[in-house]
Structure formats: structure tokens, C-alpha cells
T-cell receptor, first 113, second 114 residues
Framework: DVKVTQSSRYLVKRTGEKVFLECVQD?????MFWYRQDPGLGLRLIYF???????EKGDIPEGYSVSREKKERFSLILESASTNQTSMYLC????????????FGSGTRLTVV | DAKTTQPPSMDCAEGRAANLPCNHS???????VYWYRQIHSQGPQYIIH???NNETNEMASLIITEDRKSSTLILPHATLRDTAVYYC???????????????FGTGTQLKVEL
């Protein structure tokens, strides 16, 4: 089975800190994604990447950046964390050139205080 | 991507078939129907997808109407572990613009009871 592993299940950070959320997948998938999930708003796409060093903005990229230096790893960076970035963050991957579904990680619940 | 409409909640008795409907009346010819579910505090899990033919896998069956304006996800023998939020999503094929993006709505909360 494909595994998507997110480095932390729970994180608490202070306002203004730089925060790194890490995601690793083990099935050589080309496409990787970062979503955030908030009550009443569903899942919203932040960024995605379809290849190493390639990235595209999703629906809500403001306040975030990403890095994909290796195929298996996709990092989400909060440049200066704010309280409105308190959320559940979900990483996903999918094979490129196919219509297969996503495989999601278990999520990181980030609280910014 | 076409918008979907699902009932906010449904109940099902354990052992019975759970039939979850989804309306996607504005679906276009190159859009697939996907189903995911999310068990509390976990990431969403892919279940099944289809274009126009009915599909079946080890988890569920997907029935798409002939006009493709609606579909039904069928869990043939629901168990307590199937209690989750079920999302119906339509998405263009990967080789068209925006084909990588999934837009999740609010889904259907399925509660399976004894």
C-alpha cells in the first residue's frame, strides 16, 4: 500500500514563527498536494507539485510556500505563522499521468498561539 | 469542476446496504466522479471513481446514471467502521487543465448503527 507520512500529528507554534510541515510518500508518485481542512469550509487546496522543483498555487496560497527538492518529499512552509493558520493540514499524493485517486496522510493539526 | 450536491447525513443499520446519493447535474463529458470518505480525525480515503460505466471494487460499487447527472455509492454490507463523512467529487481528466485539483464539498455524514 502507498503510504503518505506526515512528520507530526500535532504541533503548537507561536505567532510569527517559521513553521515547516513535512510530507513523505513511498510510491514514487509524481503529484503531491497540500490541503487544509477547517470546520464548515471543507478541504481547500494550498499548493501542489507535479514534479521535483515544480509547484503550482492552489486556491489559498497566501501566507504559505512549498518546497520539493526530492520526488518523495513535499514541504509546506508557513513563513510567519498567524492564528488564522490554525488548522488541520493534509498532504496527499497521486501517480502522474493517471486518473487514480489521491492517497492522503493522517494529517497534522497545527495550533498557532 | 462541476458542483455536487449530497444529503448532509444518513443512517444505516449494520449489515444492510448503504446507498449514498450524489447529484452532479452540471457534469461535463470529460469529468470523472470520485468518492472519498473521511473517518473522524483521519485523512480522507479514496474509495472508487468512474466516468460513465458502473464500477465495483473491494470497498464499494459506483452506479452512474445514463445521463451522468447523478450517481450512487453503494456499501453492500455496512459495518460500524464505515461510519464516516463521504465525499462525492467530480473532476476533469488529468490531462486537461486543472486536472490535478480536487474540490471537496461538505459531504454526507453516514452513521452506521447496530
Amino acid at each position: 500500500d502507498v503510504k503518505v507520512t506526515q512528520s507530526s500529528r500535532y504541533l503548537v507554534k507561536r505567532t510569527g514563527e517559521k513553521v515547516f510541515l513535512e510530507c513523505v510518500q513511498d510510491m514514487d508518485h509524481e503529484n503531491m498536494f497540500w490541503y487544509r481542512q477547517d470546520p464548515g469550509l471543507g478541504l481547500r487546496l494550498i499548493y501542489f507539485s507535479y514534479d521535483v522543483k515544480m509547484k503550482e498555487k492552489g486556491d489559498i496560497p497566501e501566507g504559505y510556500s512549498v518546497s520539493r527538492e526530492k520526488k518523495e518529499r513535499f514541504s509546506l512552509i508557513l513563513e510567519s505563522a498567524s492564528t488564522n493558520q490554525t488548522s488541520m493540514y493534509l498532504c496527499a499524493s497521486r501517480p502522474g499521468g493517471s486518473n487514480y485517486g489521491y492517497t492522503f496522510g493522517s494529517g497534522t493539526r497545527l495550533t498557532v498561539v | 469542476d462541476a458542483k455536487t450536491t449530497q444529503p448532509p447525513s444518513m443512517d444505516c443499520a449494520e449489515g444492510r446496504a448503504a446507498n449514498l446519493p450524489c447529484n452532479h447535474s452540471t457534469i461535463s463529458g470529460n469529468e470523472y466522479v470520485y468518492w472519498y470518505r473521511q473517518i473522524h480525525s483521519q485523512g480522507p480515503q479514496y474509495i472508487i471513481h468512474g466516468l460513465k460505466n458502473n464500477e465495483t471494487n473491494e470497498m464499494a460499487s459506483l452506479i452512474i446514471t445514463e445521463d451522468r447527472k447523478s450517481s450512487t455509492l453503494i456499501l453492500p454490507h455496512a459495518t460500524l467502521r464505515d461510519t464516516a463523512v463521504y465525499y462525492c467529487i467530480v473532476r476533469v481528466a488529468f490531462n486537461t487543465g486543472g486536472g490535478n485539483k480536487l474540490t471537496f464539498g461538505t459531504g454526507t455524514q453516514l452513521k452506521v448503527e447496530l
